[in-house]
């Protein structure tokens, strides 16, 4: 499975990419709104994990986007904030993650993924 992480930190796109590794998925990274939105043009995801708040185009946008045009792809949304976390949600996001959350969280957000 291939996983597109999102968010404006790099170094939380790093650390989800080497844990899902760890999982077993191939990983691509978009620092910003725009980039993801290209990424998802041009690649094939089964997954998305998008922060609340990406430069350019922010995760409630993103999670809108996949769920009109990519339905079968899961998207997971995570914030530090419970506010972002219901916009998130009512977005479309399949699963949302309070940050910050610990491996066992994130496993448990993909294993509920649908076949």
Known sequence: MKVLVVDGNQNITGILSCLLGLFGYVTDEASEGRQALQKLEHGKFDIVITDSE????????????????FQNIYVIGMSGYLSALKDLSDAGADFCLAKPFCLNQLKKAIECRPC
Not at 54 to 69: L, T
């Open 54 to 69: 990406v430069n350019s185009i922010d995760g409630p946008e993103i999670c809108k986007f996949v769920k009109a045009h």
